[in-house]
């Protein structure tokens, strides 16, 4: 079956979404946009140069036309935070750049299913949902999927498991107000504590601490930053990833930041809980059954995101 997937913005993120997805068998077309389009043609090119070992796929560089008729656009636009810069200043500069965005492809490709990736992306999810024209549920943000990502990653590491039997999630903004509600994590059906203590290798050296597990989660995209520049490979597969989840036969669960309805007492907000995406975009929320102090994190979680949304 025939996919086509447009991706907007040609910087590392964006460039390596590309070119992981060109690496996979979902999509048989690769659209690339950048305002700056020589930069887009580079990035075309190698990646194009490097298909020959694979299947066929065509992969191009265009204008926000050539989007028509994909299945799937991901949104990696916006400008990175500077030094002396605050969050409030970036974020109102990446909202110009989503409303910009918003307006032009959804007359592009109205019927597609966007991923939103840019940053901050809970609110630039909220944007692009309240100024595209595009039905909500066509509408998915990257949320803490990466960050969930990053905790079954340690979590499978310190346990020595494969990270398919971790079952752990983030929860909330994709920033620092992000949780792990513990009471809905486990290891093949025991709780993440337990499987520490009883099961590790590593029990009696790496102890259960929620406190330093959630802080690696907060800090780990800082650190690869002041260690490489960027990150981009984890954020790359994670989206592809949620290409896989859309474009498959049968729903599946993510984190994914979404608009909220009512569960957990939210409304109008974008925040990242486990949500069933498929085919037709976003299904539905599950509403687990949270202690109240997760709650507590949960609206906090949305409160800052709210916050924000107000002062923009």
């Not at 490709?109 to 939103?116: C, G, L, M, Q, R």
């Not at 687990?288 to 949304?309: F, G, H, P, V, W």
């Amino acid at each position: 079956m025939a996919n086509k997937i447009t991706i907007i913005g040609a910087g590392s993120v964006g460039a390596t979404i590309a070119y992981t997805l060109s690496n996979e068998t979902i999509a048989t077309e690769l659209v690339l946009i950048d305002i700056n389009k020589k930069k887009a043609d580079g990035e075309v090119m190698d990646i194009q140069q490097g298909t020959a070992f694979r299947d066929p796929i065509t992969v191009v560089s265009g204008d926000y036309d050539a989007a028509k008729d994909s299945d799937i656009v991901i949104i990696t636009s916006g400008v990175a935070r500077k030094p002396g810069q605050t969050r409030l200043d970036l974020t109102k500069i990446n909202v110009g750049i989503t409303k910009d965005i918003a307006q032009n492809i959804a007359k592009a490709a109205p019927n597609a299913i966007y991923i939103i990736v840019s940053n901050p992306v809970d609110i630039l999810t909220y944007v692009f949902i309240k100024e595209s024209g595009i039905p909500e549920k066509h509408i998915i943000g990257s949320g803490t999927s990466l960050d969930t990502a990053r905790l079954r990653s340690l979590l499978a590491e310190e346990c020595c498991i494969s990270s398919k039997n971790v079952h752990a999630y983030i929860f909330g903004e994709h920033g620092d107000s992000s949780f792990v509600p513990w009471s809905a994590a486990h290891i093949a059906g025991i709780s993440i504590q337990e499987y520490y203590e009883k099961y590790s290798p590593n029990r009696g050296k790496i102890s259960f601490d929620p406190d330093r597990i959630i802080d690696y989660v907060r800090t780990s995209g800082g650190v690869v930053i002041a260690n490489k520049g960027a990150t981009f490979y984890a954020i790359a597969v994670s989206v592809v990833r949620l290409c896989k989840l859309v474009l498959s036969a049968h729903n599946s669960v993510a984190t994914v930041s979404t608009m909220m309805h009512g569960e957990y007492g939210l409304n109008d907000v974008c925040v990242s809980v486990s949500t069933v995406i498929g085919p037709e975009g976003v299904q539905d929320r599950i509403v687990l059954d949270l202690t109240n102090d997760e709650i507590e994190k949960l609206q906090y979680s949305a409160k800052q995101l709210r916050d924000m949304i107000d002062q923009i």
